[in-house]
């Protein structure tokens, strides 16, 4: 019984944040944040949201590296010549 009621409290707090994301789409804000907040919540407990979360995140990878910002999204940084110093 207390499963169903996470999930189910689970399914409405990210539905609410998720639906909130899509409202800001149209309205000011930060729906690019927002939404994959909402989908992280729901991915939790739905393969669905899991689903989507990931092709969010392959999209903006893709994104990035267009903009040649891909080492923003890595987790190692690179190494650059000018971040060494003389010994």
């Known amino acids: 019984m207390l499963k169903y009621a996470r999930r189910i409290i689970i399914f409405i707090v990210g539905m609410s944040v998720l639906l909130f994301g899509i409202a800001l789409i149209v309205l000011p804000g ?4 927002v939404i994959p907040i909402g989908l992280a919540i729901l991915a939790t ?3 669905w949201a899991r689903r989507w979360l990931r092709a969010i995140k392959e999209s903006a990878e ?3 590296e267009k903009l040649n910002l891909r080492s923003f999204f890595s987790r190692k940084p690179k190494a650059n010549a000018t971040d060494a110093t003389p010994e």
């Open 62 to 64: 893709k994104g990035a």
């Open 30 to 33: 930060p729906a690019f944040i």
């Open 45 to 47: 407990e739905y393969a």
